[in-house]
T-cell receptor
Framework: NAGVTQTPKFRVLKTGQSMTLLCAQD?????MYWYRQDPGMGLRLIHY???????AKGEVPDGYNVSRLKKQNFLLGLESAAPSQTSVYFC?????????????FGPGTRLTVL | GEDVEQSLFLSVREGDSSVINCTYT??????LYWYKQEPGAGLQLLTY?????DMKQDQRLTVLLNKKDKHLSLRIADTQTGDSAIYFC??????????FGSGTRLLVRP
């Protein structure tokens, strides 16, 4: 099993450009999440999904859109990138409500917006 | 809203014990978690504790929970250089989402 994979690993954008980050998981998990990690601020939830075809806003959703057309994939889009979106982006997945909520993380995408 | 706080940095000598502390605000969290992030990687679940427990031990790891003070700690015995990483405390909110602290960077000196 590959677990959670993310593409690309690195990307540099100019202000105003758009891009899509792809997350894929092969564990048949219902829940998927997108976080951003900034120095000294931990992980902040951008958007999440509780199943195929569903999405919901997290703590910092502005400037991002998501789609979950297939259960195994969760896409994060930036329509018009801004320097404030320079960050490391992590995708995670977990089972639906179980005994405890173990989230499995991808290796991250480092995005720089100039 | 929910908030999780941790100190940012801890330095210990190899072989000593490390204690990483965390405070949280959501008293309804069923589980509290410790995740570990090694350089250049995503987070991995290290251990968790059920909210009706005071202590959980797992090999070199001991988790202590003080519900009255909303204080969680992670003790690593006989700390090794391979334990150098960032450790995140997390609580669950009412809709099953995790709220992470800012992370404590542990540096183990030889």
């Amino acid at each position: 099993n590959a677990g959670v994979t993310q593409t690309p690993k690195f990307r540099v954008l100019k202000t105003g450009q758009s891009m899509t980050l792809l997350c894929a998981q092969d564990m048949n998990h219902e829940y998927m999440y997108w976080y951003r990690q900034d120095p000294g601020m931990g992980l902040r939830l951008i958007h999440y999904s509780v199943g195929e075809g569903t999405t919901a806003k997290g703590e910092v959703p502005d400037g991002y859109n998501v789609s979950r057309l297939k259960k195994q994939n969760f896409l994060l889009g930036l329509e018009s990138a801004a320097p404030s979106q320079t960050s490391v982006y992590f995708c995670a997945s977990s089972q639906d409500r179980g005994i405890y909520n173990e989230q499995f993380f991808g290796p991250g995408t480092r995005l720089t917006v100039l | 809203g929910e908030d999780v706080e941790q100190s940012l940095f801890l330095s210990v000598r190899e072989g000593d014990s490390s204690v990483i502390n965390c405070t949280y605000t959501d008293s309804s969290s069923t589980y509290l978690y410790w995740y570990k992030q090694e350089p250049g990687a995503g987070l991995q679940l290290l251990t968790y504790i059920f909210s009706n427990m005071d202590m959980k031990q797992d090999q070199r790891l001991t988790v202590l929970l003080n519900k009255k003070d909303k204080h969680l700690s992670l003790r690593i015995a006989d700390t090794q250089t391979g334990d150098s990483a960032i450790y995140f405390c997390a609580e669950e909110d009412s809709s099953y989402k995790l709220i992470f602290g800012s992370g404590t960077r542990l540096l183990v000196r030889p």
